[in-house]
């Protein structure tokens, strides 16, 4: 089974503030790691993905399997980086056709 | 030119009805999904197809029923609507490949509300 757990509901930091939503999973197998973001009155859409290696608005995420966590974060919170974000897990290779397992949700206020 | 569309975007219905939300994709893809988010702003996979063959079924009753005329379209029949249903769905597409690890886009969103 997989699991996916992000234990903050909410988190809030002043502009400029560094930025740290945590998230982590539990899978047997190898997973493929995203972050999900929906800003205000927006759809769901891609912020990133480990494979990618890539810095997407500024926020990175690393995957660690030894802490079993994928972590997201931004040096620099800026206000238009307020949000939902979800984490989610996708078996990788398989036959699992991109079934994406959700954590609860953390939703970023970034003040000014 | 959307990618993903849902429609309706609200529906408010009474205990008891049946009801469908359509959902169509232009990406070309082969794999769209069926979510429900709830109250807690929960998001759970309930269905995915796969040209139009259904590959994820995760407990969902069996009043609900996706139904896939062709690949760019999948619905979701919802009979004898029950007060917990209310709940935001929300429908994804994918390009398919059965490794996973692929984005997957989704739509607006259908706010249903059983009163």
């Known amino acids: 089974a997989q699991r996916v757990t992000q234990p903050e509901k909410l988190l809030s930091v002043f502009k400029g503030a560094p930025v740290e939503l945590k998230c982590n999973y539990s899978y047997s197998g190898s997973p493929e790691l995203f972050w999900y973001v929906q800003y205000s009155r927006q759809r769901l859409q891609l912020l990133l993905r480990h494979i990618s290696r890539e810095s997407i608005k500024g926020f990175t995420a690393d995957l660690n399997k030894g802490e079993t966590s994928f972590h997201l974060k931004k040096p620099f919170a800026q206000e238009e980086d307020s949000a939902m974000y979800y984490c989610?897990?996708?078996?990788?290779?398989?036959?699992?056709?991109?079934?994406?397992?959700f954590g609860q949700g953390t939703i970023l206020t970034v003040h000014p | 030119d959307t990618a993903v569309s849902q429609t309706p975007k609200y529906l408010v219905t009474q205990m008891g009805n049946d009801k469908s939300i359509k959902c169509e994709q232009n990406l070309g893809h082969d794999t769209m999904y069926w979510y429900k988010q709830d109250s807690k702003k929960f998001l759970k996979i309930m269905f995915s197809?796969?040209?139009?063959?259904?590959?994820i079924n995760e407990t969902v009753p069996n009043r609900f029923s996706p139904k896939s005329p062709d690949k760019a379209h999948l619905n979701l029949h919802i009979n004898s609507l029950e007060l917990g249903d209310s709940a935001v769905y929300f429908c994804?597409?994918?390009?398919?490949?059965?490794?996973?690890?692929?984005?997957?886009?989704f739509g607006p969103g259908t706010r249903l509300l059983v009163l």
């Open positions: 994804a597409s994918s390009h398919g490949d059965r490794g996973g690890g692929e984005t997957q886009y």
């Open positions: 989610a897990l996708s078996p990788a290779g398989g036959t699992s056709y991109g079934k994406l397992t």
């Open positions: 197809y796969n040209n139009k063959e259904l590959i």
